[in-house]
């Protein structure tokens, strides 16, 4: 449990610890003392293994849930939860003239998120480039989800491993929700408390699996 805590401290503070201004991908892109600009969505896919897919293996560790899969299904979780986060926070970072986005992504949709921070609501073409980003990048998200679900169906993975899977739920039901906006990260519905969470945690844990629709 200690390796993956020291993970998990050790990627926060290679986020927190540095000015992010990326190198190559965009001229005149503002300079972020608190949030880590992502080069590639690979960048952004390791951070959210290191950080929230570390909390997880720490907790399966912490029940002394000793199994492989288990592991690896947390790390794919914790890697979709990572990027998922990172979609939902969109809205927060751009009040604040912060790009969460890996850049990659953003330059293949011709978006220079310069732009983002003087976006004005009634610019469409903009919102469209930004929803093609979002769409891309949630698409890793689900990669990952897909790949834990098929290692749970596949695995013997102890039941006790549901609980700390638990974690991904939010998530999981944030993408749903992300697609049927059609990835317009600004609707309205997503900006809202999901009321219905609590309920669909508890019968989650019923059903003892965090896959189980």
């Known amino acids: ?18 000015s992010s201004t990326p190198t190559s991908n965009f001229s005149n892109y503002p300079s972020f003392s608190c949030l880590k600009v992502f080069e590639t969505i690979e960048a952004l896919e390791k951070y959210s293994k290191e950080s929230a897919g570390s909390l997880l ?18 790390t794919h979780l914790g890697a979709a939860v990572g990027i998922t986060t990172a979609l939902r926070s969109i ?33 469409e073409e903009l919102l ?7 769409y891309d990048t949630a ?38 929700a992300l697609e049927k906006e059609q990835f317009h990260i600004f609707a309205q519905s997503l900006q809202r408390k999901d009321w219905k969470l609590p309920i669909q945690l508890w019968l989650k844990s019923k059903r003892k699996s965090v896959f189980v629709e």
Do not use: W
């Open 1 to 18: 449990m200690r390796a993956f805590l020291l993970r998990l401290v050790e990627s926060r503070m290679e986020v927190n610890s540095k």
């Open 57 to 74: 293996c720490a907790q399966l560790a912490s029940l002394d849930v000793g199994n492989v899969a288990a592991d690896h299904v947390a």
């Open 91 to 123: 809205p927060h970072h751009l009040s604040h003239a912060r790009v969460p986005l890996p850049l990659d992504v953003c330059k293949q949709h011709e978006l220079n998120p310069v732009h983002l921070l003087r976006m004005k609501p009634t610019d």
């Open 128 to 134: 469209k480039k930004l929803s093609a980003v979002v």
């Open 139 to 176: 698409a890793r998200a689900h990669q990952h989800y897909a790949s834990a679900r098929a290692l749970v169906e596949k695995s013997d993975i102890p039941t006790l491993a549901n609980s700390v899977f638990l974690y991904a739920y939010p998530s999981i039901r944030f993408l749903h």
